[in-house]
């Protein structure tokens, strides 16, 4: 946990990555739009962890090996609104993540929106990411503006929408398969 808080402590300061444009389609403007703060959902059955507070940072932490000069991935951090966990992916191609959608995938090299880590807690549980199951799915943005001359993403934020799933181990019982998805609104750091 503190490695990665210190990953987003540590922040180089945002990086030029590219020509303006705007992600999610044609005629988007910068900005979360309607995205809320809080929405994102780990859920299965009785076990339903919400995420938000999410800020994003061009920070370096997971650099793609086949990014074009001047792109640099965004980690993005949030905490969990119903209980006292966290959420933190890495973004290796936020370039692409602005025009396209991205697998969702484990911390490992290869990955494009890695996540890093996911914890939570619920009803007298803890729950951490299983490394040993896979992670399948999509993430998605809107409104995020990769803004030429002003080191970086947009002030303004974007929208960040996942739609896949994971598995959580638990302290009070066996591993569980969860789906993350949801439509919720980061904050440039």
Do not use: K, W
């Amino acid at each position: 946990m503190s490695r990665l808080r210190s990953l987003l402590n540590t922040s180089v300061g945002l990086a030029l990555i590219g020509a303006a444009g705007c992600g999610g389609g044609s005629g988007d403007s910068c900005g979360p739009g309607d995205a809320p703060g809080t929405g994102l959902v780990a859920s299965r059955d009785a076990v339903t962890l919400t995420y938000g507070n999410l800020v994003g940072g061009l920070n370096n932490d997971c650099p793609a090996s086949d990014a074009p000069a001047g792109v640099i991935s965004m980690t993005i951090h949030g905490t969990q609104t119903d209980g006292t966990g966290q959420i933190t992916l890495c973004v290796a191609r936020p370039d692409l993540l602005a025009t396209q959608a991205q697998a969702l995938g484990h911390d490992v090299a290869g990955a494009a929106v890695r996540i890093v880590d996911i914890e939570g807690s619920a009803t007298d549980c803890s729950f951490t990411i299983d490394r040993m199951q896979p992670v399948t799915g999509n993430a998605t943005s809107s409104g995020l503006c990769l803004v030429n001359g002003s080191n970086g993403i947009d002030p303004a934020g974007f929208a960040l929408v996942l739609d896949g799933a994971l598995s959580l181990t638990r302290t009070c019982g066996a591993t569980v398969s969860v789906t993350l998805h949801g439509r919720v609104a980061v904050t440039a750091d």
